[in-house]
Each structure stands twice: as structure tokens, then as C-alpha cells.
């Protein structure tokens, strides 16, 4: 199992895009309504007024007025505008990358309780982005994220417990992660929850449920499942490989629980 070298690789980050935001301001409400509110010190009007200059939505696009009025709302705790300026910073959009600069906006996020900025937070911990590197940190940041339901986050803890990064080795734990990241989607958690169930590391061995969990893997594409399948069905009696293709193509994920403010993928 690779773990790779950068801890973000393993199971995606979030990285700059569209926001989902939930607002009290209507969908009706003009530039200069929103501008007014924004004037006041209304945090969440000061971060639609960036948006709209940044868009040219009512307005003429003005990235520097825009940076302005979502700094203005960072500063007042609106945590949407603290993501956007950590990510945004982490990198180099709109603004001279600074990773120092990333991290402290998304520590005032994740430290109001932010799951998304806490994730983001153990992967710069991680990285040694902006900041010494320090497994330990990620594996608090990340762990905070993860019961929020953020299912990167419960796949990269699932990594570091099998591995015994920033923690001590515990393959339970590992499973224990893999299997609700695996549930919402994350191919890689389900190859290596497959892996663990393969070899009953962290578990009892069971080749059917590792079956298919390879098999919903290679079905989103991942080569190493693909290349797990045809070893692990010499293992199998034709009525077990029967058994695992017919829940593997009745499978569906869980929906999402947490609430999740961004959903974004680098080019």
C-alpha cells in the first residue's frame, strides 16, 4: 500500500472553486442592497459584495475589491471568507502565495469549528506547508474533521493509523476509518479497505468482502484494484464471486453528513 509522499494526494483536497454557502441575503437582493448591508459591517453581506465584484455581478469585476471585502468579512469570523482567503493564499490565487498566510486564515475556520478548514488544516500539518510539519497536529486536525463527516479526512486518519504516522499503529482504527470513508465514495479508502480485509489486518480476513471492495474501487477506475480482482478470485468459489459481483453492483454510497462548504479539485 503506498502511502505516497504528500499526505493530500491520498484521498484529494479541497482546492479553489465554488462555494456553497448557506445565506440569509435573497437570491433578489441587488449590488447596491448588498453594498449598503456591507457598509454596516454585515460580514456575510461584506462576503457576497466580494463575490459579486469578483463575478462582475452587478458591478464591474474588481478582483482587488473584491480581496478587500473578503478580508473585511474574514476579520469579522464570517468562516466562508477565511476558507476562501486560506485557500486563495495556499495557492497563489488572486493574491502572492503565502502558505504562512493559508494557514492562520484556515486555523481561525477550523478553530470555529469548520470541517472543511479543519481538514485543510491537517493536510498544510502534514505537508509542512506554512508550518513545521507535525503528524500529530494533522491526525487532530484531521480527526476533528472526520466526525464532522469529511470523508478525505477519514481516509488519510485510516492511512496514518495503518501506518503509524503521527499516531501509534492501530489497524482496527485504520479499518475503522477506511470503511466510512470507503461508504461515502472514496475510491482509495475502498482499495485499502479491501486490502486490509484481503490480508485481515485490522480485521477478520474475509476475501468476499475484500472481493468487493476491489470491485467497486476498479469500477471508478482505480488500477490497482483492477489488478487485485483476478488474484484475489483465485481464492473464490464461483458461488462467492457471484455473491460479491452482485452486491458490488448494487452498491451505493451513504450520503454525506457533515455539512461541507466546498468541494473542489485542482487542475
Not at 456553497?20 to 461584506?46: M, P
Not at 475510491?187 to 489486518?201: I, K, P, S, T
Not at 490497482?224 to 455473491?243: F, G, L
Request: charged share 25%; with cysteine.
Amino acid at each position: 500500500m503506498n502511502t505516497g509522499k504528500r499526505i493530500h494526494l491520498l484521498c484529494s483536497t479541497i482546492c479553489l472553486g465554488i462555494f456553497l454557502v448557506t445565506s440569509n441575503l435573497s437570491g433578489a437582493d441587488s449590488f447596491k442592497e448588498i453594498e449598503t448591508k456591507a457598509e454596516t459591517g454585515d460580514a456575510e453581506a461584506q462576503f457576497h459584495l466580494g463575490q459579486m465584484y469578483s463575478n462582475g455581478q452587478g458591478v464591474t469585476k474588481n478582483e482587488a475589491e473584491a480581496l478587500k471585502h473578503w478580508i473585511r468579512a474574514a476579520e469579522k469570523g464570517f468562516t466562508a471568507a477565511q476558507i476562501l482567503l486560506g485557500l486563495m493564499y495556499e495557492n497563489g490565487r488572486g493574491v502572492i502565495k503565502d502558505e504562512a498566510e493559508a494557514m492562520k486564515w484556515y486555523r481561525k475556520a477550523a478553530e470555529q469549528g469548520d470541517a472543511n478548514a479543519q481538514y485543510s488544516l491537517g493536510v498544510m500539518y502534514a505537508n509542512g506547508d506554512g508550518v513545521i510539519r507535525n503528524e500529530a497536529e494533522a491526525i487532530k486536525w484531521w480527526s476533528k474533521a472526520a466526525e464532522q463527516g469529511i470523508a478525505r479526512a477519514q481516509c488519510n486518519l485510516g492511512v496514518m493509523y495503518a501506518n503509524g504516522r503521527g499516531v501509534v499503529k492501530n489497524e482496527e482504527e485504520a479499518v475503522k476509518w477506511y470503511r466510512q470513508a470507503a461508504e461515502q465514495g472514496i475510491v482509495r479508502a475502498q482499495l485499502n479497505l479491501g486490502y486490509m480485509y484481503a490480508l485481515g489486518r485490522g480485521v477478520i480476513k474475509d476475501t468476499t468482502t475484500a472481493y468487493i471492495w476491489y470491485l467497486i474501487a476498479g469500477a471508478k477506475g482505480d488500477e490497482q484494484a483492477r489488478k487485485n480482482i483476478p488474484i484475489i478470485e483465485r481464492e473464490m468459489t464461483p458461488s462467492q464471486r457471484a455473491k460479491g459481483q452482485r452486491i458490488a453492483n448494487d452498491w451505493k454510497p451513504s450520503k454525506f453528513s457533515g455539512q461541507v462548504q466546498s468541494s473542489r479539485n485542482l487542475p
